[in-house]
């Protein structure tokens, strides 16, 4: 029994992926973003995943840390390798690392579980959604939905950085309608849309700086 227990994974609180996050990431936009992977992560572990509070705190750690190493190592030789070898470092879990390695397309890595399948189908459309909210005229995710998303994509000079066949094959892997899962996601953002700068007081500010300088 000991044994078991000493070979059980690490559970990390939300704290502590906070903690690593802002001890590697300095952008607001980078933040903003793994906030709203988090929240996507956290509403899709309550569809897909055990329903245990722990297991949803899990979603939502994957998700929050998921770009962490993105701004120090943006390129594709190093990132997500290199933040994979810091969470080996921090004691994080095989199912953690793994997750977060499957949401790089060009690592290898397969995506099998619906942790690792949700990360995939919440990661550009959380980037996406929030391009989408900030060209409107209160720069607000109560002014976004999946019919204003969906337009937005055929729009190839819009939100150029954001892959549209990662978010339509990532629903689609998911197993759920896209035009569902576009607005499942809002819903998940809105109750954070003021940590993530669209509850519309931006549009009161002269710009609202966003950087679309988030990759896969
Ligand atoms: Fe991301």
Redesign the pocket.
Do not use: R
């Given at each position: 029994m000991k044994g078991d227990l000493a070979n059980m994974p690490r559970i990390i609180t939300r704290e502590e992926a906070w903690s690593l996050l802002t001890e590697f990431t300095q952008s607001e936009s980078l933040r903003k973003?793994a906030l709203a992977?988090e929240a996507c992560m956290r509403t899709c572990a309550r569809k897909w995943g055990s329903g245990s509070q722990d297991d949803e705190n899990l979603w939502g750690v994957v998700g929050l840390i998921?770009?962490f190493d993105y701004e120090r190592w943006p390129s594709p030789e190093e990132h997500p390798y290199k933040g994979n070898e810091i969470l080996m470092e921090r004691g994080y879990s095989d199912e953690i690392r793994r997750a977060i390695m499957s949401h790089a397309e060009y690592s290898g890595v397969t995506r099998d579980t619906p942790m690792e399948k949700a990360l995939f189908a919440c990661?550009e459309l959380a980037c996406f959604i929030t391009a989408v909210a900030l060209i409107k005229p209160g720069k607000s995710l109560a002014e976004v939905d999946a019919r204003s998303v969906r337009k937005r994509m055929k729009d190839k000079a819009f939100a150029r950085k954001v892959n549209r066949d990662d978010i339509i094959n990532g629903a689609a892997d998911l197993g759920v309608d896209l035009d569902e899962h576009i607005a499942f996601c809002i819903e998940a953002m809105k109750p954070i849309a003021k940590e993530l700068g669209l509850d519309g007081s931006a549009a009161k500010t002269p710009s609202a700086p966003f950087k679309n300088d988030?990759q896969?």
């Open positions: 973003h992977v998921h770009d990661d988030v896969a």
